[in-house]
């Protein structure tokens, strides 16, 4: 995850002497499992309990901040990590969006909409917050193995077939540590700003496939249905319902089904592209994906 792949980002280099992680309990394996990084300590912290989360922040310069997406609390969770931040005087806060052609506050969607009232509060409280918007995550494409392998297909509404700029969730760390790493005297021009964030491609739908049936070792066909179609789908798949429409209608927006909320952009942000330089492509995603589309593993 883009939270994991920012402390590993961040522990490499000298980047940074101390790294707090925060977790809702730390005794929990997955949250241990962190301390294997000797730069790292836990702190205990719930987005529903202020005073924990002010404690989890105090005394740190710079926090990252990316939460679960999906649900109404989202908003909620975020801004209370916000306010406890400026609470405790930390000077920048690094947070992980959504795709920017998604983000309104009359959205469907429930993390787009969600965003729109994060962005709303920060710009309304001068919060020192940046906002980094990432394209589709590469990460996302394993959720498609189990169909391709028993159909030969991957089923999602296509559309007009554009270019994206897919990135990994290990590029999304590289650019959140070289944005929370700047000089202090640097920080300000970044405040208040949202920069897209892209993997070094751009390219449709049918190209990942492609890579994907290379890797697999067969024909993976593209199976074009409608938003709705994929809504349902996901639905009976196990998805609660206000996330499977949610994701539905990303789809509907990126493939030019829908028109976007926000101007669709082609590129990295030039101030985060002199930053830093995503390096997974797709085809090294679809080899690390290889032996979860094999029919034969």
Same mark, same amino acid.
């Given at each position: 995850?883009?939270?994991?792949?920012?402390?590993?980002?961040?522990?490499?280099? $000298? %980047?940074?002497?101390?790294?707090?992680?925060?977790?809702?309990?730390?005794?929990?394996?997955? +949250?241990? #499992? !962190? *301390?294997?990084?000797?730069?790292?300590?836990?702190?205990?912290?719930?987005?529903?309990?202020?005073?924990?989360?002010?404690?989890?922040?105090?005394?740190?310069?710079?926090?990252?901040?990316?939460?679960?997406?999906?649900?109404?609390?989202?908003?909620?969770?975020?801004?209370?990590?916000?306010?406890?931040?400026?609470?405790?005087?930390?000077?920048?806060?690094?947070?992980?969006?959504?795709?920017?052609?998604?983000?309104?506050?009359?959205?469907?969607?429930?993390?787009?909409?969600?965003?729109?009232?994060?962005?709303?509060?920060?710009?309304?409280?001068?919060?020192?917050?940046?906002?980094?918007?990432?394209?589709?995550?590469?990460?996302?494409?394993?959720?498609?193995?189990?169909?391709?392998?028993?159909?030969?297909?991957?089923?999602?509404?296509? $559309? %007009?077939?554009?270019?994206?700029?897919?990135?990994?969730?290990?590029?999304?760390?590289?650019? +959140?540590? #070289? !944005? *929370?790493?700047?000089?202090?005297?640097?920080?300000?021009?970044?405040?208040?700003?949202?920069?897209?964030?892209?993997?070094?491609?751009?390219?449709?739908?049918?190209?990942?496939?492609?890579?994907?049936?290379?890797?697999?070792?067969?024909?993976?066909?593209?199976?074009?249905?409608?938003?709705?179609?994929?809504?349902?789908?996901?639905?009976?798949?196990?998805?609660?319902?206000?996330?499977?429409?949610?994701?539905?209608?990303?789809?509907?927006?990126?493939?030019?089904?829908?028109?976007?909320?926000?101007?669709?952009?082609?590129?990295?942000?030039?101030?985060?592209?002199?930053?830093?330089?995503?390096?997974?492509?797709?085809?090294?995603?679809?080899?690390?994906?290889?032996?979860?589309?094999?029919?034969?593993?």
């Amino acid at each position: 995850n883009s939270g994991g792949a920012t402390l590993s980002k961040l522990s490499q280099g $000298g %980047k940074c002497d101390e790294i707090r992680a925060m977790v809702r309990d730390p005794e929990k394996e997955n +949250a241990k #499992a !962190l *301390l294997s990084n000797d730069k790292v300590t836990l702190v205990r912290g719930d987005f529903q309990d202020m005073e924990s989360l002010k404690m989890a922040v105090k005394g740190a310069q710079r926090a990252f901040l990316v939460s679960t997406a999906g649900t109404e609390q989202q908003s909620e969770n975020e801004i209370n990590f916000i306010k406890a931040c400026q609470a405790e005087g930390v000077e920048f806060v690094v947070r992980i969006s959504t795709c920017n052609p998604l983000i309104a506050l009359d959205s469907k969607g429930v993390y787009a909409r969600a965003h729109a009232l994060i962005e709303q509060y920060v710009q309304e409280n001068n919060s020192p917050v940046c906002d980094l918007n990432p394209w589709w995550f590469m990460d996302n494409w394993a959720a498609y193995a189990q169909e391709a392998n028993s159909d030969g297909q991957i089923s999602l509404p296509y $559309g %007009k077939r554009p270019k994206h700029g897919f990135i990994h969730t290990h590029d999304i760390g590289g650019y +959140a540590a #070289a !944005l *929370l790493t700047i000089p202090s005297n640097e920080i300000s021009q970044h405040i208040g700003q949202h920069y897209d964030i892209c993997g070094p491609q751009w390219v449709t739908w049918e190209y990942v496939i492609n890579a994907l049936s290379k890797e697999a070792g067969y024909e993976i066909k593209m199976n074009d249905i409608t938003w709705q179609q994929l809504a349902e789908a996901l639905k009976g798949a196990g998805f609660p319902d206000l996330l499977a429409t949610s994701y539905a209608l990303t789809f509907a927006v990126m493939e030019e089904i829908q028109e976007p909320k926000r101007p669709k952009v082609t590129a990295t942000a030039p101030v985060m592209a002199s930053l830093y330089k995503p390096t997974v492509t797709v085809e090294e995603q679809a080899k690390l994906l290889a032996p979860l589309f094999k029919k034969d593993k």
